[in-house]
């Protein structure tokens, strides 16, 4: 491999080796709360927790302690051995989760969750196949960008064999020519029905679809919809994984976000928000039916990482401001009161804001050239000069001092649950003024 020659916006030349070298990232000096700085002293409000992680914000002094006195007294244990801190989070997770979702089987992020999650329905149905959406983004390994749906999995095919998408609800693009969202969701459910019968239902091991739709819309369900995957997985046997790597651990404004809905899945996984990503950590929590299969046989997927103390403290700790702080009330008054209406209030004023949709600090804007034609901004997967139009937006963002997360023609709103109401007025202000970018090409 060369080595990387890419520049920073300051003109600072790389001279790390790196694979991604079509990057032009920013150096980032420093963070702290719902802000991050670069050497320049330029300040970004972090409208996407960095990839929607960062869900305590930037240096918590408990998280940071959490990680501190964890160094002093065990920094690293193997996943044979029996660990404290490991355990004790393990058993907070388990209280929060729901039904008999009472194991936790710890990964170093949410790709490798979903690897095993898929790898223990398997194993312990003894079926082959997994259903997931087209509209899906589980990982980047060679087994989760299979599972995953969107582009991202084409120049990685063939990728594993067994896997199926199939579409899910999208009432604003349906796929279904629904007229409405209930419509939507019950043809939603008869399409995977088909692709149960069609692909033989004794062949799948399980569905896993993200409980709310992340990089690919930030796709709230529809009432009705996760149950009735729940009904389709109990009727022909297979299992039900709710992918919660982004939206588990407060996002949404409930510990998981299946619990919105009351449904309760097989296996969930988790990673970013269990700990905020100041040391990787993901996991699997996985129900006592599916853990049963695995009581007299060893599971076969051992990591030497899993459940790593340093990542583990502030996973506690997290759990602990969580609820001393009152959180996950903060994030549901904050997206009913605050990003719902001045969401609603753009949707109103920008001629290129298609739909708006989210719940809780986890949103999207929708931009299109034609809100009658609801043709997108930019063309599904655009690339360079088609593109630009998205990175016009992002740039006004940015020079506006907000930092949100633009994905095709979406731009994406999930800053540190933290936030305070006035951080996050000033930040909708940002992205409301940096909105004129894309109406300059709507009709
Ligand atoms: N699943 C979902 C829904 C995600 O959004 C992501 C990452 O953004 C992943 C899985 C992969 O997680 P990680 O990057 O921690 O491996």
């Not at 970013?272 to 853990?291: D, M, Q």
Request: with cysteine.
């Amino acid at each position: 491999m060369e080595p990387d020659t890419s520049s920073d916006a300051r003109g600072q030349v790389f001279r790390c080796w790196s694979a991604q070298g079509g990057s032009r990232p920013l150096t980032v000096a420093g963070a702290q709360g719902s802000w991050f700085w670069d050497h320049d002293g330029n300040r970004y409000l972090d409208l996407a927790s960095q990839l929607v992680n960062v869900n305590l914000g930037h240096r918590h002094p408990r998280l940071l302690a959490a990680v501190t006195e964890q160094a002093a007294s065990l920094c690293t244990v193997g996943p044979h051995f029996s660990n404290d801190t490991r355990d004790r989070l393990a058993r907070l997770i388990a209280e929060r989760a729901p039904g008999d979702l009472d194991r936790v089987f710890f990964t170093n992020g949410g790709t490798e969750a979903n690897e095993h999650a898929v790898r223990m329905a398997k194993l312990s149905t003894g079926r082959s196949k997994v259903l997931t959406a087209y509209r899906s983004y589980h990982g980047a390994t060679s087994g989760s960008i299979t599972l995953t749906g969107d582009p991202r999995r084409w120049p990685n095919e063939p990728g594993l064999p067994g896997v199926v998408h199939f579409f899910g609800p999208y009432a604003y693009r349906t796929a279904f020519h629904a007229r409405d969202e209930q419509q939507e969701c019950e043809r939603a459910l008869g399409h995977l029905e088909e692709v149960f019968r069609m692909e033989g239902p004794h062949t799948v091991a399980a569905v896993l679809l993200e409980t709310v739709v992340g990089t690919n819309g930030v796709l709230v369900p529809p009432d009705g919809y996760l149950q009735g995957v729940r009904d389709l997985c109990d009727r022909y046997g297979a299992l039900l994984i709710c992918d919660e790597v982004m939206v588990g651990f407060g996002r949404i404004g409930e510990w998981f976000a299946v619990d919105a809905w009351h449904v309760t899945p097989d296996l969930i996984t988790f990673a970013k928000g269990v700990n905020s990503g100041y040391v990787p950590l993901g996991g699997v929590i996985v129900s006592e039916r599916v853990a049963a299969a695995f009581e007299d046989r060893v599971y076969p997927g051992g990591l030497t990482y899993s459940g790593h103390p340093l990542a583990c403290a502030p996973g506690i700790a997290t759990i602990e401001v969580f609820e001393e702080t009152g959180l996950l009330a903060h994030v549901r008054r904050l997206g009913r009161e605050v990003m719902a209406p001045a969401l609603e209030k753009m949707a109103a004023r920008h001629p290129s804001v298609g739909e708006v949709r989210g719940r809780g600090l986890f949103w999207a804007i929708e931009l299109v050239r034609d809100r009658e034609t609801r043709e997108p901004l930019v063309p599904f997967n655009a690339a360079g000069a088609e593109a630009r139009p998205m990175a016009e937006v992002m740039d006004a963002c940015v020079a506006g001092g907000v930092w949100p997360m633009c994905q095709m023609n979406r731009v994406h709103l999930a800053p540190p649950l933290v936030i305070t109401e006035e951080e996050l007025r000033r930040g909708l202000e940002a992205v409301d003024a940096a909105l004129d970018t894309a109406d300059a090409y709507a009709t």
